[in-house]
């Protein structure tokens, strides 16, 4: 399974941005997909996720910003960042989660870089 993520860059506070993850396989093959972002510095930490019914979870920062949202069709997922804030830069990472009966299955993508300027 491949994860590749685009979208990130470089904007000022208070801008957008649109995240993308692009999975090489359907994305209904996966119980979760979700977005994690790690500053310098700080560990990883869940920054919002959907899961394959829909449902939707946040970290409390970014509740009222940040949508994630999938495109069943073309196997993506989407996170729409408004109202950027400087503490919200960092490498954003695409992630995809499958139940086995052993556990649970883990995909990364390689990560891309968000910074906003204040």
């Known amino acids: 399974v491949q994860l590749v993520e685009s979208g990130g860059g470089l904007v000022q506070s208070g801008g957008s941005l649109r995240l993308s993850c692009a999975a090489s396989e359907s994305i209904f093959n996966f119980n979760t997909m979700g977005w994690y972002r790690q500053a310098p510095g700080k560990q990883r930490e869940l920054v919002a996720a959907?899961?394959?019914?829909?449902?939707?979870n946040y970290k409390d920062s970014a509740k009222g910003r940040f949508t994630i949202s999938r495109d069943n069709a073309k196997n993506t997922v989407y996170l729409q960042m408004n109202s950027l804030k400087p503490e919200d830069t960092a490498v954003y990472y695409c992630?995809?989660?499958?139940?086995?009966?052993?556990?649970?299955?883990?995909?990364w993508g390689q990560g891309t870089q968000v910074t906003i300027s204040s």
């Open positions: 959907i899961t394959s019914g829909g449902h939707t």
């Open positions: 992630n995809a989660e499958t139940i086995r009966v052993w556990g649970t299955q883990t995909y």
